[in-house]
């Protein structure tokens, strides 16, 4: 007779992104909690860092009446932390923990690390510490739960870990609390990323890579090997997509036995009437910028289009964007003129003071339908950045003598902070804006999953992305076919050599996308949203339910076998 499959009683999760928006893994743990707490209401606690230090988070409601009586109990265990609420749908328990303290016994703790798993964290540099340090933080607040509230009140208890990050403290919550199973989740294996990042082949040769010598001649040796281990020691190994599970099996030596694709919820996209006044309202402060940077009006046929993500100039295939955007100057099939937008964090200054001081005079009202009719002194720009003159976007721009001028089809404007409405020129958050755009392009070189294609199709934004997307195969896979941009997603193939192909691609799609009728175009929106539809949380979260199931049998042999 078959054993009925275990499900959790209680799930912790652990990430730098709790409660601190930085990039992807934010917006997986964020958007999925609505799912998690119809699942388990209250019984899913988010663990992040409390990196704040006295400041207000808009993103974290603190209640001192959460946890309460276990609150007392971990500041006399020596624990710092706060208790409250992530301030996203379903409103998850969160625990931020102070981890600075744990700096003095770092050495310590690398040391027990090398006796449980060989890490040598001699090799670390930059972050390790400080992800390390709050990893064992983090731990130990799932300790002091899991003995102080759960282990008399509940048998199924599971962790999981997002990212090498969280992984010390998987492998401490495994030795010290085996009653707890383990999940570790890679979102971009470290090695992985490093030789994409560093111009290095990395699809045609990924069979021929050993990660670990590569991680030493990247200089990436101590987070390859954290991850490495991890991925061998904890319950249940996940990453987000099929890319990504071929670069786990042959960087790290361990395949995934479930995948964890990234799904979206709709409660964050408007509806109805809440849509089309939030889209021209985006559209309308679009333009405006546009106009106050170039002295140039910009009519509503105007096409936007937009990149966005990390900072990750090759990778994100940010390069080639800028390059198909070049060759769109001269594109005779181009039917309308194009505002593309650049939206990826850089070592962002302050605002322009000659553009804020243009967008006051159109807040206060003293100017109407873009009125500028001369351009700012480098008019592809909306803030000051530290690192201008080696910056790679302005830097491209200025070899390819790309400036906005009147007669140019095509203009580049470069959106180099987070969008989260305290820019001090958009004054909107990234979705607010990214519900503006015609078309999104995400042409990426490494990208384990894409959460900006995913979050543009749910917005009504049909968009490009690449088959090294794990959302691009995602989407051919429902398609059956090779997906075109009336099927909401123009899928391009892209491999480690064909750079000029993919610039031309994105050049012709948008020069087709620029000529659809009204109708067409609003096929292609539809058609976009109904596909993002398809990647909605209550249809994902079966991936999560079965890595529980394993994790919890892997939890029960272990403990079984002693």
């Known amino acids: ?216 001649e990247l200089n990436v040796e101590a987070k390859h090997n954290m991850e490495r281990e991890t991925a061998h020691r904890v319950d249940c190994f996940t990453t987000v997509s099929s890319v990504t599970e071929r670069e786990c099996e042959e960087l790290l030596d361990m395949k995934c036995p479930v995948i964890l694709p990234n799904g979206f919820e709709a409660d964050f996209v408007p509806k109805g009437a809440a849509f089309a006044s939030t889209r021209a309202a985006a559209r309308k402060r679009i333009f405006d910028v546009a106009n106050a940077l170039t002295g140039q009006k910009f009519d509503d046929d105007t096409l936007v289009v937009a990149t966005s993500g990390r900072y990750e100039f090759r990778n994100k295939g940010i390069d080639v964007f800028l390059e198909a955007m070049n060759r769109s100057l001269r594109n005779d099939r181009l039917a309308k003129n194009v505002l593309a937008l650049v939206q990826v964090p850089a070592w962002v200054g302050e605002p322009r003071n000659d553009l804020s001081e243009r967008m006051a005079m159109i807040d206060k009202g003293g100017v109407e339908n873009q009125p500028f009719t001369e351009a700012l002194e480098c008019p592809v720009i909306t803030h000051n950045l530290h690192n201008m003159d080696n910056d790679s976007v302005t830097g491209m721009l200025k070899y390819f003598d790309m400036w906005n001028r009147p007669e140019d089809k095509v203009k580049v404007i470069f959106i180099p902070c987070y969008l989260d409405g305290r820019d001090g020129i958009f004054g909107r958050k990234y979705y607010d804006m990214l519900i503006g755009n015609d078309l999104s392009v995400y042409p990426s070189y490494y990208e384990p999953w894409g959460y900006t294609p995913l979050e543009s199709v749910a917005f009504h934004v049909p968009c490009v992305t690449t088959t090294l997307s794990g959302f691009g195969m995602w989407a051919n896979s429902v398609k059956g076919d090779g997906c075109n941009i009336m099927d909401g997603v123009e899928v391009i193939t892209r491999t480690d050599y064909n750079y000029s192909e993919v610039a031309d691609r994105i050049k012709d799609c948008v020069a087709k996308y620029s000529a659809l009728s009204a109708e067409d175009v609003e096929k292609a929106r539809k058609a976009a949203n109904m596909l993002s539809r398809k990647a909605l949380w209550k249809n994902f979260i079966k991936y999560y339910v079965k890595a529980y199931e394993i994790a919890l049998a892997a939890r029960d042999k272990r403990l079984n076998s002693k």
């Open 1 to 216: 007779m078959t054993k009925a499959k275990k499900t959790p009683d209680f799930i912790f999760e652990s990430s730098w992104e709790v409660c601190n928006k930085i990039g992807g893994i934010y917006t997986v743990l964020s958007t999925r909690a609505k799912t998690m707490q119809d699942m388990l209401e209250d019984r899913v606690v988010f663990i992040g860092p409390d990196v704040w230090d006295g400041k207000d988070n808009p993103l974290f409601r603190e209640d001192r009446n959460i946890l309460k009586s276990w609150t007392a109990k971990a500041r006399k265990e020596g624990l710092e932390v706060r208790t409250g609420r992530w301030n996203i749908p379903g409103e998850p328990i969160v625990v931020l923990v102070d981890f600075r303290k744990y700096f003095e016994k770092r050495n310590e703790l690398y040391g027990e690390l090398w006796e449980i798993a060989g890490v040598d964290s001699t090799k670390g540099y930059g972050d390790y510490d400080e992800a390390n340090m709050f990893s064992y933080a983090a731990a130990l607040v799932v300790e002091s739960i899991y003995r102080n509230v759960l282990k008399k009140k509940y048998a199924n208890v599971v962790y999981q870990v997002h990212e090498w990050m969280c992984c010390l403290g998987a492998m401490f919550i495994k030795k010290y609390v085996p009653e707890i199973a383990t999940i570790f989740t890679t979102h971009a294996t470290t090695i992985g990323r490093s030789i994409a990042g560093n111009n290095k082949p990395l699809y045609d040769y990924l069979w021929a890579y050993n990660g670990t010598q590569m991680s030493q």
